[in-house]
């Protein structure tokens, strides 16, 4: 079965720091990966997504993910947080073929203080 | 375009009622989810259905709990009789099935409180 880590709780950053949040996942075959955000009272909006190809994948309000598969791992990072950027993300994994369940990280929650 | 459109928003009610949540997806979308998102367990899988046949619903709590899709452009989640530990969000989900991978879209979610 697959399962999906995220090594981080809660972080909390100032603002401009850069950011790196963990995701590993659980998954002998190929996979797609996707970085979602939740805003405190919202729904889950897409970040990024990586379904094949550059494993650098660029996503929305500037943060990126990188595919390692020799490491199962798609961190998801920032160069320069915002106080906006305060949220609640989670990675998830799907199989390949696409019309599969998410299977989702626990989520790890981000405080950026000014 | 519309997003995935849930309702209700927020429901309120008491143990033994019965409770139904309803989802209409993204137009188009053949694929549609039913997570519960609670603080102990995160975001889990309920239920999916593709082109309207239920796939999976090896997430579903017990007999309780039933999900239907009548037709491609709604589909409807019951708890009869709910309980406390039924409290959680309800998000659903769709997505395009097909040659090219798509992301799944969110609801906003139902908030559901059973006191």
Not at chain 1, 17 to 41: D, I, K, M, R
Not at chain 2, 53 to 77: C, H, Q, W, Y
């Amino acid at each position: 079965a697959q399962s999906v880590s995220q090594h981080n709780h809660h972080v909390i950053l100032s603002e401009a720091a850069s950011l790196e949040l963990g995701c590993n996942y659980s998954y002998g075959g190929t996979v797609n990966l996707f970085w979602y955000v939740q805003y405190p009272g919202q729904h889950l909006q897409l970040l990024l997504k990586y379904f094949s190809g550059d494993p650098l994948v660029k996503g929305i309000k500037g943060f990126e993910a990188e595919f390692i598969k020799s490491k199962f791992s798609f961190n998801l990072r920032k160069p320069s947080v915002q106080w906006s950027d305060t949220a609640e993300y989670f990675c998830a994994v799907n199989q390949w073929s696409g019309n599969t369940p998410l299977v989702f990280g626990k989520g790890t929650r981000l405080s950026v203080i000014a | 375009d519309a997003g995935v459109i849930q309702s209700p928003r927020h429901e309120v009610t008491e143990m033994g009622q019965e409770v139904t949540l309803r989802c209409k997806p993204i137009s188009g979308h053949n694929s549609l989810f039913w997570y519960r998102q609670t603080m102990m367990r995160g975001l889990e899988l309920l239920i999916y259905f593709n082109n309207n046949v239920p796939i999976d619903d090896s997430g579903m709590p017990e007999d309780r709990f039933s999900a239907k899709m009548p037709n491609a452009s709604f589909s409807t989640l019951k708890i009869q009789p709910s309980e406390p530990r039924d409290s959680a969000v309800y998000f659903c989900a769709s997505t395009l099935t097909g040659r090219i991978n798509q992301p799944q879209h969110f609801g906003d979610g139902t908030r559901l409180s059973i006191l």
